[in-house]
């Protein structure tokens, strides 16, 4: 007879505020290049093109007035890439509220992952 997995239940936040769309990805992408400085690096470090995550950084900076990512362009250095102050709030608070509620989520998933299992 077949032995019974463990079955984990996990939860993905995800904030729709006008334009912009932040979720797990977008908000560990901003996390890797807060580290490294390099949208390149970041996306090298997540297996992620590079054009596709300069686009998710477009769709952070969808309001002009208040970038998440400030970029400059290449040249015989490279490029850089820097989270903004207000990248670095929106990027703290979205990672509290991602622990918080998987904090207070627990033992539904706990019951939820009984239940399906």
Do not use: C
Request: aromatic share 6%; hydrophobic share 40%.
């Amino acid at each position: 007879m077949p032995q019974a997995r463990s079955l984990t239940v996990k939860m993905r936040i995800r904030v729709y505020a006008g334009e912009r769309m932040l979720g797990p990805g977008k908000m560990e992408l901003v996390a890797h290049i807060d580290a490294t400085g390099s949208l390149a690096a970041a996306a090298k470090k997540m297996r992620m093109s590079y054009m596709r995550a300069w686009t998710l950084v477009q769709n952070l900076n969808s309001d002009p007035s208040r970038p998440v990512i400030e970029m400059s362009r290449g040249g015989v250095g490279g490029g850089a890439a820097k989270v903004t102050d207000f990248g670095k709030r929106v990027l703290a608070l979205y990672q509290r509220m991602e622990r918080e509620s998987t904090k207070a989520a627990a033992p539904y998933r706990r019951k939820l992952a009984k239940l399906l299992q």
